[in-house]
């Protein structure tokens, strides 16, 4: 999106991480709005819910961001086959059918993000020691996808039981 700006603007989005997330929650922020047509309280609260979603997502292991990004999709999926048998009113299919399968992968989302995020999180602060600074661990991720990692050192890490 940052690319239709004009030159100036770019060069200024390109070099600066914290410009870029601002651009993101004002785009979701937007789509939000649009989307559900609620009060710009309750807007601001999913989006601030969406947005720290996201920040745990993009801090956390290779693998678990794409299992995540898969179920994700398959969640959509599920969400507008249920959405589709509501409308359709179909007494043959069930609802609450589509609602448990999309709970039960919804809570494999939520525990697979906060499980990588926090072991992620312990590794870093483990690796880094006393140049450890949380904001750059959640902005700036790139410093930091060198490091060596090791999942359940850094759970122990992350929860303080190391």
Known sequence: MAELFPVHIRNTINKSIIIKHIFGVLTLLCFIVIDKRKSIINSIKDTCKLYTFFLMLINNYEYNFVIVVILLAVSFIVGSKRNMVQISNDKGKNKEYYDKIQNGIDLIIYTMT?????SYFGNIKELRG????????????????????????GLANGLGIA
Do not use: D
């Open 130 to 153: 006393g140049k450890f600074s949380l904001f750059e661990f959640l902005i700036e991720e790139e410093k930091y996808s060198k490091l060596p990692l090791s999942f359940m050192g």
């Open 114 to 118: 906060a499980v990588g995020f926090i």
